[in-house]
């Protein structure tokens, strides 16, 4: 049987060799394929690893946030990413996520669309289904906890509201303030959207909170309901 030879970095030209060319000019002169050559370690018996990683991001058309939304599965349509390699990749995008989310805004007041939006938008990146989530505040405005209410699909995620009022009265906040994504890309709220922001509105009442805002979230920008007249 003949055997099969894998192309590894350690075979390539010196200069060729992403660690090495990171090494000597930093990581902002490897393109995204060397980067994640890096990651895979090595390519198949006919490509190198550089080369296998190019094909990766021609699927997704060299969109690193699309490339964050593939699954392991997604992956391992390449041939010669197995669950390793996926795996690999896939952790890696998870960690820039939460690295994002450690570096969202430290202003803990959210008087602004813009804020909210930065301030959740890290939980919603890389997602290929909906959630939907709260923010607690104090009376002055400052933040007292963010807690994802519900995790659904494509197409909608269902919110139990009384859960949504149990974290707010435990927490004992004056305000709070929804939001959710929409994978599909679409910043207009659905019927569904209305209604169950409606709903929670005249539940606050009851207990003296006061919804703040509603955001829809996708990856070209946000929908606020406060600033489109809906609360």
């Known amino acids: 049987m003949e055997e099969t030879k ?17 090494l000597s000019k930093g990581k902002a002169a490897l393109s995204n394929a060397e980067l994640l050559a890096l990651l895979i370690g090595n390519g198949t018996r006919n490509k190198s690893a550089v080369a296998l990683c190019q094909e990766i991001l021609k699927l997704v058309k060299d969109d690193i946030v699309a490339l964050g939304k593939l699954t392991e599965k ?3 349509v390449i041939k010669g990413i197995g669950p390793a390699k996926a795996v690999t990749i896939a952790a890696a995008m998870e960690l820039g996520r939460r690295r994002r989310a450690y570096e969202s805004p430290v202003n803990d007041r959210l008087t602004k669309p813009r804020e909210i939006y930065d301030y959740f938008n890290p939980e919603f990146e890389n997602l290929n289904h909906e959630e939907f989530w709260i ?5 002055n405005l400052s933040v007292i906890k963010k807690e994802r ?13 009384t859960k949504i009022m ?51 979230i996708t990856d070209q920008g946000f929908y606020s309901f406060a600033d489109e007249g809906q609360l």
């Not at 209410?149 to 509201?161: C, E, P, Q």
């Not at 927490?171 to 599909?184: C, D, F, G, V």
């Open 6 to 22: 894998h192309f590894g970095i350690k075979e390539w030209a010196h200069d060729d060799r992403p660690r090495e060319k990171m």
């Open 149 to 161: 209410i519900s995790v659904g699909g494509l197409h909608g995620t269902v919110v139990d509201i």
């Open 135 to 139: 923010i607690l505040l104090r009376r």
């Open 74 to 76: 997604d992956l391992m």
């Open 166 to 216: 149990k974290q707010a009265v435990e927490r004992e906040a004056s305000s709070l303030i929804l939001a959710h994504n929409h994978p599909s890309g679409n910043l207009n709220p659905s019927a569904q959207d209305i209604d169950i922001t409606k709903k929670i509105v005249e539940a606050c009442k009851i207990f003296g909170i006061t919804v703040l805002d509603h955001l829809i």
